[in-house]
């Protein structure tokens, strides 16, 4: 069974820093990417990061570039760390995969992904 699960989120203030981990079992992770999404209350769903376990390329969303970083360790896990956080950063924040490399111009689509967890909320305060 494909499991993603999504964990640390929380509520911090502006400023301040999270690590989410999203934990994936029941697939072979070399042969997929996986990427963070989110979704703001009356928001669309938007690509956060992406990293690939092929190659290991990554990409972000332009506005996160600085502020988050993605990784993944042996123990196929995928981090997501966020700094310096903004009220604008709260939402629900998901992690997907996808079997096979996404080109630059397509990891952002949702309908690329072949699997989803539940996501963990993450609340900014001003």
């Known amino acids: 069974e494909v499991q993603l699960v999504e964990s640390g989120g929380g509520l911090v203030r502006a400023g301040g820093s999270l690590r989410l981990s999203c934990a994936t079992s029941?697939?072979?992770?070399?042969?997929?990417?996986i990427a963070w999404f989110r979704q703001a209350p009356g928001k669309e769903r938007e690509g956060v990061s992406y990293?690939?376990?092929?190659?290991?390329?990554t990409y972000y969303a332009d506005s996160l570039k600085g502020r988050f970083t993605i990784s993944s360790d042996n123990a196929k896990t995928v981090y997501l760390q966020m700094n310096s956080l903004k009220p604008e950063d709260t939402a629900l924040y998901y992690c997907?995969?996808?079997?096979?490399?996404?080109?630059?111009?397509?990891?952002?689509?949702?309908?690329?992904?072949?699997?989803w967890g539940q996501g963990t909320q993450v609340t900014v305060s001003s």
């Open positions: 997907a995969a996808v079997f096979g490399n996404l080109e630059r111009t397509v990891w952002g689509t949702i309908s690329e992904y072949d699997f």
């Open positions: 029941g697939f072979t992770f070399d042969a997929y990417a």
């Open positions: 990293i690939s376990a092929i190659d290991g390329s």
